[in-house]
């Protein structure tokens, strides 16, 4: 009896020790970049709002920060998170796979980002900027698209061995969509896929697939990550091997 009263709080310390030292691991900007997304989209409408700009102006803005920025910051931290182990050799080489101390690390940055995209959601409601559908759909605002693109970031970083590739590709295609929202939007192939429709198009007619595909895409996504990192030589750069 002793000894099984011992066995449980051991091994739920370990376990607390285990998420710290991968939260100090994930690094400072894991915490701060999700947040900090957020902050950039309210200093946007502060300056718009100074230079006169409407309240469904400052509105918009501000939903932009929640399904755009929020996401992209996600995604690029995303990718550093896979590339700043320099010790990837090492990590394989030990009996816990990977994939799951890396899953790890992408959680604590997702729990960020849930945590700041629920917080934001909520001051919006509360000071009445909310701009965006239901409250109890606000979720749908950010999730699909967050997933979408931190999961794309992920899978390029690991296929392509490489941070500029990744982050090109995600920067790339994000800059693409602001650009070309109105054709994207206006063809029936990329309408289901296009990541910002909250804040370009708004909640109407075909918002809610919008929002279904871009997370089984993601998830998709999400999926073949998984895959790949059952592949321990793809972790791996070419100096590496």
Known sequence: MAQGSWHIPLRRHGSTQLWRHEARRAGWAAGVAPPAGLVVAVAMALLSGNGGAGRRQIGDLLLTGLEALLPLAVAMTAVTLVARDDARELQLALPTRYARTLGRRLGILGLAAVLAALAYSAGLGLTGWWTGPDPLASAL???????????????????????????????????????????????????????????????????????????LTGLLLAATVALLLRRPHLLLSEEEE
Request: overall charge positive; charged content about 10%.
């Open 141 to 215: 605002v950010w999730a699909p698209p967050t997933l979408w693109l931190a999961a794309l970031a992920v899978l390029l970083a690991l296929a392509g061995r490489s941070v500029v590739l990744a982050s090109s590709a995600v920067a790339g295609l994000w800059i693409g969509e602001q650009i070309f929202a109105a054709p994207l939007v206006g063809h029936d192939l990329t309408r289901p896929l296009f990541l910002f429709t909250t804040s370009r198009v708004g909640t109407g007619e075909g918002w809610l697939t919008n929002r279904l595909v871009l997370t």
